[in-house]
Nanobody
Framework: VQLQAFGGGLVQTGDSLRLSCIAS????????LGWFRQAPGKEREFVAA????????DYEDSVKGRFTISRDNAKNTVHLQMNRLKPEDTAVYYC?????????????????????WGQGTLVTVSS
């Protein structure tokens, strides 16, 4: 599976941004998907995840209520809508796919569960 993330950029505090990630290869509709981020000098951290059915999602506490993950299986795409952005959201954002095809509402926030990773897209939020 190849993943390509895009949509990052430079925005101001309070702005919105929508990240997208297009997948090719393995049947997309059976993949659990996630977004992670890595800020300068920090370890990579979980942001959001969605089950292959789309029926279950999970979010890191600091983004709950501001970020929304969604998927479009017809277009092999996963999105991360980010609203009310803060300077602490500045990071390289990575999409990831879990190939295990567990039950339809399976999600995971552990990076070691993901098998495929995109190249990352930079989000910079200025204060």
């Amino acid at each position: 599976v190849q993943l390509q993330a895009f949509g990052g950029g430079l925005v101001q505090t309070g702005d919105s941004l929508r990240l997208s990630c297009i997948a090719s290869g393995q049947t997309f509709s059976r993949l659990a998907l996630g977004w992670f981020r890595q800020a300068p000098g920090k370890e990579r951290e979980f942001v959001a995840a969605i089950s292959w059915s789309g029926g279950s999602t999970d979010y890191e506490d600091s983004v709950k209520g501001r970020f929304t993950i969604s998927r479009d299986n017809a277009k092999n795409t996963v999105h991360l809508q980010m609203n009310r952005l803060k300077p602490e959201d500045t990071a390289v954002y990575y999409c990831a796919a879990d190939k295990k095809e567990y039950w339809e509402d399976y999600v995971t926030n552990m990076d070691f569960d993901y098998d495929y990773w995109g190249q990352g897209t930079l989000v910079t939020v200025s204060s």
